[in-house]
């Protein structure tokens, strides 16, 4: 799991390359949670090259987003490869979740 | 009827792997996003086993049985971890689940969410029975 950070307008943008499951889930989860605790609370992951997701990424996900609003901010994500994006929907997590097709509308309004 | 039997380390970087060989047997003989669903499935049982059956971190194995037929795909998982039955594990409220944003323990009601689950102890051994009736929608 390869992850790429960049910022725009304080908002923190995390751009995954790789599969999101046990074995790599954890390294995205200690990234979100060590940025949330040093204050980017709002953030957008971007999916658009993540080729596979599990719950225990699905997981890493939902702490991020849990994390980030109890210090007020948010987690969006965008750009889901289509399978991606089913795998998400079946194991029922899209409804925490704001979804964008792409990352200026991920921007749009945060 | 056509099966392959393989085995792999308990380690959760074995997971690709694991995903890896179920695509390439199955082929393109079922539907993408159906192999998708089936194999996100077999990876959240595979991983589940990983991260719970051995907690005295044992080295071990767990094989793998695969069987496609025309109407219905099989795999059967056969672990030496300890005895765990997950048609035990509690039912996840998934609206709870997500209003308390933790992380983990729904890998469990994914897999009965998309398989037919069925759990057997034989001397030492779990064995997880994850079928899909293909015939069926998903």
């Known amino acids: 799991m390869e992850i790429k950070e960049s910022e725009s307008k304080g908002i923190w943008i995390l751009t995954l390359n790789g599969v999101m499951d046990a074995h790599t889930s954890p390294n995205i989860k200690t990234k979100l949670e060590a940025g949330i605790a040093s204050g980017k609370t709002k953030i957008i992951v971007d999916m658009k090259d993540v080729s596979y997701l599990s719950s225990a990424g699905a997981g890493a996900l939902l702490a991020g987003l849990t994390a980030s609003r109890k210090k007020t901010g948010e987690l969006r994500l965008c750009s889901f490869q289509a399978g991606v994006k089913d795998a998400f929907d079946v194991m029922g997590f899209s409804k925490a979740f704001k979804v964008f097709t792409d990352l200026d509308k991920a921007l749009d309004g945060f | ?138």
Do not use: C, W
């Open chain 2, 1 to 138: 009827m056509r099966e392959i039997n393989f085995q792999f380390p308990n380690k959760l970087s074995e997971l690709a792997n694991v995903r890896q060989k179920i695509n390439e047997f199955i082929g393109t003989e079922i539907d993408s996003l159906i192999i998708n669903r089936i194999i996100l499935s077999v990876d959240e049982a595979v991983s589940n086993i990983i991260e719970h059956g051995f907690p005295d971190s044992k080295e071990s194995y767990i094989s793998l049985n695969v069987q496609l037929d025309k109407d219905k795909i099989i795999f059967i998982l056969e672990d030496e971890g300890i005895a765990f039955n997950p048609l035990d594990a509690k039912p996840v409220d998934m609206d709870e689940h997500l209003e308390l944003g933790e992380d983990g323990g729904v890998g469990i009601h994914i897999v009965q969410k998309i398989m037919h689950v069925e759990y057997e102890r034989t001397l030492s051994k779990n064995r997880l029975t994850l079928t899909k009736n293909l015939t069926e929608e998903i």
